[in-house]
């Protein structure tokens, strides 16, 4: 009897413990306090605008929409690309894929200029599998090129395209069905990872990441930016000449960081989940809302760099902000689900890029 009660008490006590870590590394405990120097110059109309990219220097942004319900779907998802010319203040969005006729669920984006040709690459989601597709955008116009797949795209999330051929894409789960999946989330175990696509192979060129999630290039510092919002950090690595990653150093977010995207100087602004469980539920349509936060990261070199809360609120203005991009004094803030995406306006910033303030639609 008295070896049943110890038993019991040791698997008591690592119960606890394995609660109290999962309470603890999802945000469980920590306060929303509403924090934002600025408004919200406009709310546009259009379903999980999850990923956000800005061309600055032709001035429009890339939308990927898709309608989610519900996590994980229970039937295929409809969504496509849109597109929003930044020389006017009126934020309409332009579809992009209407003549696009096969299922598309579009996730992570990216775009890679050359000559006036932009490549756009999109993580696509459907009912037989996953897959990415390539178009060409010339002006407001595009044209799917190709689709591509290989079983190396397991759970693919975000992608960064090196050029017009190369791309690294990340998976955020090793294992997408059953215990696995549930023990990988909830454990936060360590096993996803990034691909990189040479124009010829693919190959995993980094591992080990607790939901590898957003990513990003910078070309200056030569860096790629992995978020891994299970482990409130995002992974700095240094590319090398063949694609390969080294790992640097992780940057404690205090965070569930989900896209980055780079502004001209280099800095990281990423959407965020500061509370997964409220997230999770809200994902699965258990819970109206879950809050939402931008930060900005300013990375010089390794263990210098600042990390800076930028926006954060309960959900109410906007639930589960998967990422953040700006333009000039204005920032672009996406999600998961909402019916509509924010336009805020910073008010600290001096730049020549400013609007006139404009009702959301």
């Not at 124009?199 to 607790?210: F, K, M, Q």
Request: one cysteine or more; proline letters at 4%.
């Amino acid at each position: 009897m008295r070896l049943f009660k110890r038993i019991a008490l040791v698997l008591l006590t690592i119960l606890i413990i394995y609660a109290s870590h999962v309470l603890i590394s999802t945000g469980f405990f920590r306060k929303i306090k509403p924090e934002f120097d600025g408004k919200i110059l406009a709310k546009v109309a259009l379903k999980g605008a999850e990923d956000i990219m800005i061309s600055h220097t032709d001035s429009f942004a890339l939308i990927s929409s898709t309608n989610r319900i519900i996590y994980p779907p229970g039937a295929e998802e409809e969504g496509g690309l849109f597109l929003i010319d930044l020389k006017t203040n009126r934020f309409e969005p332009i579809p992009l894929t209407n003549a696009f006729n096969q299922p598309f669920a579009p996730h992570g984006i990216s775009f890679f200029k050359k000559d006036s040709l932009f490549t756009v690459m999109a993580v696509n989601h459907t009912g037989e599998g996953h897959s990415i597709e390539v178009f060409e955008l010339w002006d407001k116009e595009l044209k799917h090129v190709k689709t591509l797949k290989h079983p190396s795209m397991v759970s693919p999330n975000d992608l960064v395209m090196v050029d017009e051929n190369r791309f690294y894409f990340t998976n955020d789960h090793r294992y997408t069905k059953g215990l696995g999946k549930v023990i990988e989330e909830y454990a936060g175990l360590s096993v996803s990872n990034v691909v990189y696509f040479d124009s010829n192979e693919y190959r995993e060129v980094a591992d080990g990441i607790a939901y590898a999630n957003g990513i990003n290039y910078d070309r200056n510092l030569d860096l790629v930016y992995v978020a891994s919002p299970r482990k409130f950090l995002v992974k700095v690595f240094s590319k090398q000449a063949d694609g390969s990653l080294s790992f640097i150093e992780n940057i404690p977010c205090g965070t569930g960081v989900d896209n980055i995207e780079l502004d001209m100087d280099g800095n990281l602004w990423i959407g965020a989940h500061p509370n997964l469980l409220r997230f999770g539920s809200y994902a699965k349509g258990k819970k109206a809302t879950s809050p939402s936060e931008i930060i900005k990261i300013n990375y010089q070199n390794t263990g210098e760099y600042s990390v800076e809360k930028v926006y954060v609120e309960e959900g109410t203005e906007m639930s589960a902000s998967s990422v953040a991009t700006n333009f000039g004094n204005l920032i672009f803030a996406g999600s998961v689900m909402d019916d509509e995406f924010l336009i805020l306006e910073r008010s600290d910033q001096d730049t020549s890029k400013k609007f006139p303030s404009q009702k959301g639609k």
